[in-house]
């Protein structure tokens, strides 16, 4: 999955937190609606965009202490990230759960944010592993 050269040497998780509740989203119940093609590669790809686009504009205040998630304003970025995600997916008509959970784990988690913008594309792989299976039901 995402352990390929460039996903290694920056200490790429395995597997990313949202992905068992998408694995029961696209397997189990793949004719709900937020289990289609669409909706999952869409929202995997601008959940974790915008949660990386609110911490790093919420890091640019210089008070986002990611050592300790409740101190200060870190709860409101959180709390911001996961709302500006999934408000726009529901603006795009598009819902996908997992993708919320990963603009969340943006903001929640030092190892992602470390990632930076890398956790984009692995977020994309771990999609990328599914699509055929989708597009097969």
């Known amino acids: 999955m995402s ?3 460039p996903y290694k040497e920056r200490h790429v998780p395995m597997i990313i937190a949202a992905f068992g ?3 029961g989203l696209v397997v189990a119940m793949y004719k709900v609606p937020a289990s289609q093609p669409r909706c999952v590669i869409v929202c ?3 959940c974790p965009i915008l949660g990386g686009g609110i911490i790093k504009l919420f890091a640019l205040s210089g008070r986002h202490n990611l050592q300790d998630p409740f ?3 870190s709860w409101a970025c959180a709390a911001t990230a996961m709302s500006v995600a999934l408000g726009v997916c529901q603006l795009l008509d598009l819902m996908h759960p997992p993708g919320g959970a990963n603009a969340l784990l943006a903001a929640t988690n030092l190892e992602v944010y470390a990632l930076g913008w890398w956790f ?3 977020v994309l792989t771990r999609c990328a592993t599914w699509c055929p299976g989708i597009l097969e039901i």
């Open 3 to 5: 352990q390929g050269a």
């Open 21 to 23: 509740a998408q694995c």
């Open 44 to 46: 995997n790809t601008l």
């Open 71 to 73: 101190d200060g304003v």
């Open 120 to 122: 984009v594309p692995a």
